[in-house]
């Protein structure tokens, strides 16, 4: 009679949550190692290096996630363990969402900057042309028509090139505040998991 | 005698505001608790007098962008008020109000870095009030009443009508000037004017000719009459309680009108442009050109709103009956 219902009582009578405890701390080390190469050398008034850092984290983020769901798994039975956690995964996934003021407040003023550039050099450009207009024995092989031209092809590229820079600020700005507001939110919610798993 | 009396009456009620805020100071400061909210509604308060700036400007340019925050308050503010015993009945766990601690005490701590920015501000302002509401209801109230909580959210933004607008080039460019040309010039070869399109410049003439072309820009491209008629249309829907089918209804055809009524205000500042002058195109370019379009489009959109609204109210009816 035993033998009849050995295959649902083996398959009951392991615990996943030993499998679980491995591949999440595992999870978890692996972003530890990948947060402490990224941060290291830190150069936080730098304005590259906080960008560069925050897509970086954003983008290894849904590991921290996996792991940390993994490990909450393996410690349902531990009440204390598992509350500790919660609380962990909850203030973090609030840090989450508050980092992402900061990305969008450092997009915003790498956007400027970028701007700014452009002006700076189109206006060089510009000025230059000017000159040669208002002394054409300067550039002898060249037409007043064609410096018209010139001036007005400059302008309208300079346009173009400022509409790619905002939208590729914008959309690397959006993918990283995306992926933040997301893991975040989703600590939130595993830290709410945690702190009271529904019974069934 | 009567300004002996008046003054003491001032007085008396200088001395009652007086103990009145400092019973609040105190109940300010009595808890943890109450000390972080407080400086959560600090926050708030710094900025408040931007959003008034914001409004204030809205308002008296005739504007209705602010209309849009206001009833999008009340009509936040009203789910939550009616459900106020049920949210009182449920305190917050203990961890959910530490999540909503971090939230305000850490949107109070990005507030100086953002000084710069109204946007940013306005985005640590939604920051710092959903944790207020966390801190007090738990996280219950955003899966209990998200529409709710979203309404209010929204309407911390100071200029929604700027956001959609920014939203709405970012992700489609110049598609809406284009295709507003493009109608423009249907409507114009049809009327059988000699007309040519290019992108979203549009020319009286049988070739491009930059004497007689208007550029349709992003101000002209009917998204500015279109978005605050889709909040309209989302508050009338809500505040006469109509399904969420009959509220799609309502923002489809308001949008639908507004760019339908957008095709001839372009055709008319072609003609200004290309034929009557300078002064005529800048008289129906300006506010008082706008209005009579927007005063004809609202009328429409006013009897067209009121017979869906009252077509499901008639066959609430029926089915009763």
């Known amino acids: 009679m035993t033998t009849l219902s050995s295959p649902n009582s083996y398959v009951g009578s392991y615990n996943p949550k030993g499998l679980c405890q491995i591949v999440g701390l595992a999870c978890l080390a692996g972003f530890v190692v990948d947060l402490f190469v990224i941060t290291f050398p830190p150069n936080l008034g730098a304005l590259q290096w906080r960008i560069a850092f925050i897509q970086q984290v954003s983008d290894r983020s849904i590991i921290l996630l996996f792991g940390l769901a993994l490990v909450m798994y393996s410690l349902l039975d531990f009440r204390q363990l598992r509350r500790r956690l919660a609380m962990f995964c909850l203030i973090l996934g609030a840090v989450f969402c508050l980092s992402s003021i900061l990305v969008i407040r450092d997009g915003i003023t790498f956007q400027q900057e970028a701007l700014k550039n452009i002006n700076n050099q189109a206006s060089q450009v510009q000025s230059q042309i000017q000159k040669a207009q208002s002394n054409p024995s300067s550039v002898p092989n060249v037409t007043p028509d064609q410096l018209t031209q010139l001036s007005s092809a400059l302008s309208s590229q300079v346009n173009t090139l400022k509409e790619n820079a905002k939208t590729t600020t914008l959309r690397t700005g959006v993918s990283s505040v995306g992926n933040l507001i997301i893991v975040g939110l989703a600590l939130i919610g595993l830290g709410q998991y945690g702190a009271r798993p529904p019974k069934n | ?321």
């Open chain 2, 1 to 321: 005698m009567a300004q002996g009396k008046s003054e003491s009456r001032l007085e008396t009620f200088g001395r009652k505001l007086g103990q009145r805020l400092q019973t609040l100071l105190k109940t300010a400061c009595r808890t943890n608790h109450n000390r972080i909210v407080t400086c959560g509604l600090l926050v708030l308060l710094c900025f408040f007098p931007t959003w008034c700036r914001f409004a204030w400007r809205s308002i008296s340019s005739g504007g209705s962008g602010f209309l849009l925050n206001a009833g999008f308050i009340y009509l936040g503010l009203d789910i939550l008020w009616k459900n106020r015993q049920q949210l009182m009945a449920e305190p917050a766990p203990q961890e959910e109000r530490v999540l909503g601690y971090v939230l305000i005490l850490g949107g109070a701590a990005c507030f100086p870095l953002c000084l710069a920015s109204v946007s940013l501000q306005a985005l640590i302002c939604v920051v710092v009030l959903l944790g207020i509401a966390i801190c007090n209801w738990g996280i219950a109230i955003v899966q209990k009443h998200p529409l709710a909580i979203a309404l209010i959210l929204v309407s911390v933004y100071p200029d929604l009508g700027f956001l959609g607008n920014t939203l709405r080039r970012t992700l489609t460019g110049k598609q809406l000037e284009i295709l507003m040309a493009w109608l423009g010039g249907v409507a114009l070869s049809a009327i059988g004017q000699p007309v040519s399109v290019e992108g979203p410049i549009l020319s009286l003439s049988t070739t491009i000719d930059p004497k007689k072309a208007v550029e349709v820009a992003s101000g002209c491209s009917g998204f500015d009459m279109a978005f605050p008629i889709a909040g309209f249309g989302l508050i009338m829907g809500m505040f006469f309680k109509q399904s969420w089918r009959k509220i799609a209804a309502l923002i489809a055809i308001g949008v639908a009108l507004a760019l339908a009524f957008n095709v001839p205000r372009i055709m008319l500042l072609a003609f200004a442009v290309v034929y009557w002058g300078k002064d005529s195109f800048e008289f129906w370019h300006g506010p008082i050109g706008g209005q009579i379009f927007a005063t004809i489009m609202l009328t429409m959109y006013y009897y067209i709103a009121m017979a869906i609204i009252s077509s499901q109210s008639q066959s609430h009816k029926n089915s009763n009956s």
